[in-house]
């Protein structure tokens, strides 16, 4: 059996401490942080399984992308310098991205199953692709991609 995600980052985060690489050391504490925080948020402490601690990392890296956005339109390479650091860090425990072909057959079977007709179904088909993506593809991405097939 292989380790659970929470595993290899806290084994990881050991490593970088022992190699002394501060930028892998911080963001490998804030996503456990995160892990911890989410374990213990709710009416009653649990175990976050694979699926709800791959969420957190993925929100973790989405934050990130934004804050690089921010930084950069406020004149400030050097913020989005480290924040891109981050997300390079984050990204290398994030599923491979679907590309644009395998994520519009995912959502044209997820209309299928539905039998979504018009855009008032679309709640039901960004429920089944999300399901099925499971942080290998964006949001936005899915929704825009949900929006066009329902559209057209």
């Known amino acids: 059996m292989s380790d659970s995600l929470k595993a290899i980052l806290r084994t990881d985060l050991h490593a970088a401490m022992r190699a002394r690489e501060q930028v892998r050391v911080d963001t490998l504490r804030m996503v456990l942080t995160g892990i911890s925080n989410a374990e213990v948020s709710g009416t009653q402490a649990h175990e976050l399984s694979e699926a709800e601690t791959l969420k957190v990392v993925v929100k973790e890296a ?15 390479p050097d913020l989005a ?10 990204q290398a425990y994030l599923p491979e991205q679907l590309g644009d072909d395998e994520l519009a057959g995912i959502v044209d079977r997820a209309i299928g199953e539905v039998g979504a007709t018009s855009m008032a179904q679309m709640g039901q088909v960004m429920k089944l692709v999300q399901t099925t993506v499971a942080g290998r593809a964006e949001g936005g991405a899915v929704a825009a991609m949900v929006r066009t097939r329902l559209a057209g």
């Open 81 to 90: 310098a480290r924040e891109e650091a981050e997300l390079e860090v984050l």
């Open 62 to 76: 989405k934050k990130r992308k934004e804050s690089v956005s921010a930084y950069r339109d406020a004149g400030r």
